[in-house]
DNA sequence: TTGTAAGCGTTATCAA
DNA sequence: TTGATAACGCTTACAA
């Protein structure tokens, strides 16, 4: 168990130079300041003694880690390992490491993996935790890159890749409108989430842009889960028995929708067509199959890491960028033709 | 973007003291050496000040990363995430950050990011990656604290967390006897993969115990893939016409099989019973809804964090430790009793 | 109980 | 083009 780890010194003994010539030598950005036939022989040695540079040593003398810090709600929720694999990928390949935290959704939580993060020295952000309020958002933009995943302020002043949720919602509207319902329901995300507000309003302009009515037919959830959307659905179609299809603002809201349909009797999709959000692993193979609307979660994880990424190396404070992404629709077997329409 | 520190030197200068009695007050493990009331003045201009130790500098000095190594597969494979949390949150607890890296079970890139776990100097590991060759796992464990996630080696020489895969299978092979099965097959992992070996050998025991043939009714697929097991479920269920259950070494095969059967006109559970293994997220509303065998996720990675910090605690060389944790039968819609015995 | 001082492995500044 | 040196922030003998 001992840990024997070869510094610049070693390396530099072997060449018979100046560590600090080692140092120049083996760092991309100053080994154009050395001899190349000096630049040559210290590769040899480094290589030869597994030379690996310390990154605490270097990250106390340059003030930066090469670490960046990923928050998101829970892992588990399948929405998320995606991202974080983009993230990974994309990182990994400039030589950052990603630290991951979850939230739980839980403020206080947030407020503290945050703070664990920083004291971390982490040298940058991305948040996915797609809460309207941001208590410490400014506070933290103000001393460290930050890029936020499926989430914008009213403001837009914090950089961001999201997807087209507009674009995302009408794709499912236009969709059952299309399949010849009338009557169609939204059973949106909650009150404190970003993402749900967003696609809720989306879904009222697209109902609009039809001259459909949305008056008693939105509800919203508790929690992005199963359990709650089974309840929040079972109310809207026990209220509204005219729905004959529902817009769910994730699929997991979806699934629960499905379900409440079939507690009262309205198998999805002959008597209720349902879509979902996200196109989560396994959505193919549930029953029946989740029509819903597909965002690119590994783009979106990259495309996060890559702004991040040049938002490190531009020291000068570039225009706010934001990266949108296009969703598109999948359709499976839990969206129909309504029964008859109204 | 100005990143303001407030480092040991800044505390000790409110206070009035020297650096290193700070740095002994802040630290719990030498906290004892110094005077309380002392101990309680710089904790307070700490708090007053910000303060939070460079994980750096004190990393460099100690050579020791508190940061742990953690090499899955694949994050976006189902079974990891639960597992992942469990290592966040224990390690988190300890004060520890994992390090998460994936191989895609490709050795050439295990190899490459455990050398960049190295290289961030990572204080120990844990590997989830199942393959029965384990070409650097001797002298990686050699080096550094090492545990191993549901694998374990011939010699059992390695720490490691378990599920009983004996027990496992045997509970889905019961079961499938129990409602009447006789000619049951299983569908294992590839050959690479030290579970798919296990559960292989699980299922031929079991059987044996039952006084009932495996012969030519074991296959094993070349990825763990639902299409990989496709194909071999399917090729194995045209020669083999009078199998009426499978036992499938993950749920992703069950799911595979599950896909041949229909293909060939063998509706499950009315025709075939097929279960899983790992009980992943869903798999309670596919279709039909998956018998299974459940590992705790969660468990397996707390209980690997735990032991993984307890091999950093000991200098001592303790005797190796195994957990082994305890798997159950989730019955669902994929089993029943065969059309006809045989 | 506290202070002193050295050093962990790098990088950056300055001088040669 | 290279060498010398100091410093990043912390911990830990050792001394007082």
Chains 1, 2 share one sequence.
């Not at 961001?160 to 919602?169: F, K, L």
């Not at 507000?197 to 949305?214: C, D, N, P, V, W």
């Not at 225009?319 to 949108?324: A, G, Q, T």
Request: charged fraction near 20%; proline fraction near 7%; include cysteine.
């Amino acid at each position: 168990m001992t840990r024997v780890a070869t510094t610049l010194k070693d390396v530099a003994k072997l060449v018979g130079i100046h560590p600090a010539t080692v140092s120049r030598a083996l760092n991309p950005r100053t080994a154009h300041l050395v001899n190349p036939a000096t630049v040559a022989r210290v590769r040899k040695a480094a290589a030869s003694l597994n030379y690996v540079p310390n990154p605490m040593a270097s990250g106390l003398r340059t003030a930066r880690s090469h670490t960046i810090g990923v928050v998101i709600p829970d892992l588990t929720n399948p929405l998320f390992p995606g991202m974080v694999r983009g993230i990974q990928d994309t990182l990994a390949r400039a030589g950052y490491t990603p630290l991951l935290v979850n939230t739980d959704n839980d403020p206080e939580v947030e407020a503290h993996v945050v703070a664990s993060l920083r004291a971390r020295r982490v040298d940058g952000f991305i948040l996915a935790t797609a809460r309207r309020d941001h208590p410490f958002l400014l506070e933290l933009s103000e001393k460290f890159p930050v890029v936020l995943i499926n989430r914008v302020t009213e403001s837009g002043q914090f950089p961001s890749v999201t997807t087209d949720e507009m674009h995302g919602i009408r794709l499912a509207v236009d969709h059952l409108v299309g399949l010849g319902h009338r009557a169609i329901a939204h059973i949106g995300g909650p009150a404190w989430s970003s993402t749900g507000h967003e696609r809720a309003q989306a879904f009222s302009r697209a109902m609009k842009s039809h001259g459909l009515s949305t008056a008693r037919r939105m509800a919203a959830v508790d929690a992005w889960s199963v359990e709650s959307a089974r309840d929040t659905a079972r109310a809207l179609l026990t209220a509204q028995p005219a729905i004959t299809a529902v817009v769910a603002a994730n699929d997991q809201l979806a699934l629960g929708a499905i379900a409440a349909g079939r507690s009262l009797k309205l198998r999805c999709p002959r008597a209720l067509s349902v879509t979902g959000y996200n196109d989560m692993p396994f959505m193919d193979i549930v029953d029946p199959p989740l029509t819903t609307v597909r965002v690119p979660q590994h783009d979106i994880g990259a495309e996060a890491a890559r702004l991040l990424l040049s938002l490190l190396r531009d020291d000068a404070q570039s225009p706010v960028k934001h990266v949108r992404l296009t969703p598109e629709l999948i359709e499976r077997g839990s969206t129909a033709p309504p029964l008859r329409g109204d």
